[in-house]
């Protein structure tokens, strides 16, 4: 059998460089990946996880999504510390091994869990199906457009949960009147460390009709968020059949340089969605501006379906066909969907609920169905064209 192919997450443990030197020198396995930060242990390929019980990003959600991959876990433990074996059982590792073993011990363990790994792959199992029921999508576009204001009114239309994962200027607690907490920190500790009940993290807005999971208390806590985490929370949520709106696929630039991707939230809401609804200014700057997010979508989820809402729409038809057709000629969208400025939207948010029925709650009702027309499209895209102008 060929050398199995192993990442190896990077701690302070003597283990993991005597390991990684052994492996180098000698063989038994090939390190294919240092891992520091979890999001590198989900996108790199390999056979085996070995990660020791003093990494801070060991969860039970994240090894779960390791295996569900068709990676192995392998969980080292110090045999002075009695509850060490216990956490790395608890999280779920496939096996689990002493950190004084000796090299020996640890290629063993490695060959058995990559070998495991292989048959698994080469013969499907049966009756395994995705958990997730519902949909996710997520409502993006660049600064100043109104996406908040879309995403909530949007929630409701479609009887679904709001989720408020914008790092750069969350919102919807303050559109909403909710509380600072609980939040989506809250939520993350609820599903990745079994620390409270899901339920308790979602509150409602004022009228308690929209179901809603507030965001970070302000801006500057972006460093608290991973985007491997708030995928999984998301995806916990969508568990159930009704539908999950997230908040914050607002800037997309990959900046670099940083210990933690700044913009990496974004990123990671717009690659897992199952249907991207852009909110787009309605003017000749706005839609330029727009444009340019949308070709940041475009590269990271080039197959995406995106759906337009062109927020504060002119009242006029021609006006509104120019939009539609540049908008159409330049993107492939499957649908253009007009909101109107409407000062009902204006009066509901000093109030903190939803809009009462107007030109702007008939234009979201129209953005909730072409929502919905996307989802229940099958992988094969059906040519987009039809136009939803709501007067």
């Known amino acids: 059998m060929a050398e199995p192919e192993v990442a190896l997450v990077f701690t302070p443990d003597e283990w993991v460089e005597e390991l990684h030197r052994h492996l180098t020198d000698h063989g038994g396995a090939r390190v294919r990946q240092i891992v520091v930060e979890p ?3 989900l996108e790199e390929t390999y056979d085996v996880l070995i990660v020791g019980h003093r990494w801070p990003a060991l969860t039970h959600a994240f090894v779960a999504e390791v295996q569900a991959r068709g990676r192995a876990v392998l969980g080292v433990f110090d045999r002075e510390e009695p509850v060490a074996r216990e956490l790395l059982v608890s ?10 073993g000796g090299a020996d ?29 519902g949909r996710i999508v997520a409502v993006g576009g660049p600064p100043g457009v109104g996406r908040t204001e879309v995403a909530v009114h949007l929630t409701s239309a479609l009887r679904g949960v709001l989720v408020d994962a914008d790092d750069v200027g969350p919102s919807v607690a303050p559109r909403l009147g909710l509380s600072v907490e609980p939040n989506i920190r809250t939520l993350i500790d609820a599903v990745e460390h079994g620390r409270g009940d899901v339920l308790d993290c979602v509150q409602g807005d004022a009228s308690g009709s929209l179901p809603a999971v507030a965001g970070l208390p302000n801006a500057g806590a972006w460093v608290q968020l991973r985007p491997g985490e708030v995928v999984r929370v998301v995806e916990h949520l969508a568990r159930d059949t009704r539908p999950v709106v997230v908040d914050g696929a607002g800037t997309l630039d990959d900046v670099g340089g940083l210990p933690r991707s700044r ?6 809401i717009v690659v897992e969605s199952d249907v991207i609804v852009g909110v787009c200014g309605a003017t000749p700057a706005g839609v330029v501006r727009f444009l340019s ?3 940041a979508v475009h590269a990271l989820a080039g197959d995406a379906r995106l759906v337009v809402a062109v927020n504060r729409a002119p009242a006029g038809r021609f006006r509104r066909a120019e939009l539609y057709e540049e908008l159409m ?23 903190g609920n939803l809009a009462r029925k ?22 094969e895209e059906t040519p987009a064209g039809s136009q939803a102008i709501a007067s």
């Not at 999280?91 to 004084?100: H, I, N, P």
């Not at 913009?263 to 990671?268: D, E, I, L, Y």
């Not at 979201?364 to 169905?369: K, N, S, T």
């Open 293 to 295: 997010w949308a070709v």
């Open 39 to 41: 999001e590198v242990a």
């Open 358 to 379: 107007g030109p702007f709650t008939r234009g979201v009702a129209a953005l909730a169905e072409a929502v919905r027309a996307c989802t229940a499209r099958t992988s």
């Open 91 to 100: 999280v779920g590792v496939d096996e689990v091994v002493e950190s004084d």
């Open 329 to 351: 000629r330049s993107l492939p969208a499957s649908d253009v969907v007009f909101l109107a400025d409407d000062r009902r939207v204006a009066d509901a948010a000093w109030d």
């Open 105 to 133: 011990v640890f290629v063993q363990a490695t060959r058995r869990l990559a070998a495991r790994r292989r048959q698994l792959v080469a013969e499907p199992q049966a009756g395994v199906a995705s958990v997730r029921r």
């Open 263 to 268: 913009f990496g939230v974004a990123r990671a």
